[in-house]
């Protein structure tokens, strides 16, 4: 099933305008996955004079966990940066392409990128909450974006983001206790609700169990497979089961280039790329 991504183009007579390429790609992947959410054309990505990433393409539906796989150092976390411009903030980094976000390509000049990232949000391998108390983590993004008016709101949008981070019961009777008290996996669900409280389309999550026991790591796993209801998610991983577990489709990365894409059965069972074989069969990485 992975044909669309690159054949698509490789088989167009005439390059066609970036718009209409994305349509056409759009077309002839709606009927599989579902809608295009993200659709990266051509990226390259330099640190310096160092080329990161070479030429990739890849396209992430709606409501699916993408999952992004590959040796340390293929350029997996710096795909994910490149989604909602978070590459901006490392000096060295040059972004060469295009990358639409429901058909906007979110290099535009007049992008706003505080909204984008808002629309994108991020989870990263460490939890990261804020030294503020639970309920002004999860409030942080709506108080910035402007989200919410008065208390009442303020607070309905707090519970629901935890809530839907599967975090609410544990942590209602102290919400005004610091967020950094919590359990590592706790933690990282608090993140989770951050990010979701600023209604975000697309949740990019970096790593996000690393740095979690199994038990832990299985809640966020469940939590995804929930999350993907009302969210487009692209997770980083380096654990193979975990992209099996939680994904519905996975792209291979090697050496800064895409190798492969794919639905998740078919990648770890019949890749067709003998790069993606060997590290699925752990021969390399
Ligand atoms: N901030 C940075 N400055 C310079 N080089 C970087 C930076 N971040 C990543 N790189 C380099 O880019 C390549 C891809 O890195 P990365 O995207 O972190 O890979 P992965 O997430 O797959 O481990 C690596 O060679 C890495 O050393
Ligand atoms: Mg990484």
């Known amino acids: ?80 940066r490149c989604l909602n411009r978070m590459n901006d903030v490392i000096e060295s980094a040059r972004v060469r392409g295009t990358i639409l976000l429901d058909g906007q390509n979110i290099y535009d000049r007049d992008l706003d990128v505080v909204t984008l990232r808002a629309r994108v ?50 942590v209602k009777d102290r919400l005004h206790e610091p967020g950094t008290g919590l359990s590592g996996g706790q933690q990282q669900r608090l993140c989770i609700a951050r990010a979701i409280a600023v209604n975000p389309d697309v949740i ?38 975990q992209a099996a577990r939680v994904s519905q489709r996975t792209a291979f990365f090697h050496l800064g280039e895409l190798v492969e894409v794919g639905d998740t059965e078919q990648i770890f069972t019949s890749p067709r790329d003998e790069r993606t074989q060997g590290y699925i069969t752990g021969r390399f990485g």
């Open 204 to 241: 990019l999550m970096d790593e996000p169990c690393s740095a979690l026991d199994p038990i832990a790591t299985a809640r966020v796993e469940e939590l995804i497979d929930e999350l993907r209801e009302n969210y487009t998610i692209v997770i980083v991983t380096h654990s193979m089961q």
């Open 121 to 170: 949000g991020m989870v990263f391998q460490k939890p990261n909450p804020f030294p503020k108390s639970i309920y002004d983590n999860v409030a942080y993004g709506p108080r910035i974006h402007g989200i919410g008016s008065g208390k009442a709101e303020l607070d309905e949008i707090v519970a629901t983001s935890l809530e839907r981070a599967g975090l609410l019961k544990e």
């Open 1 to 80: 099933m992975m044909v669309m991504d690159r054949s698509n183009r490789a088989t167009a007579p005439t390059a066609p305008a970036p718009g209409a390429q994305a349509e056409a790609t759009a077309e002839a992947t709606a009927g599989v996955y579902g809608p295009l959410k993200i659709s990266a054309q051509g990226v390259d990505v330099f640190y310096g004079d160092k080329q990161a990433l070479k030429q990739v393409d890849l396209d992430i539906h709606e409501n699916q966990v993408t999952a992004l796989i590959g040796p340390s150092g293929c350029g997996k976390s710096t795909f994910l």
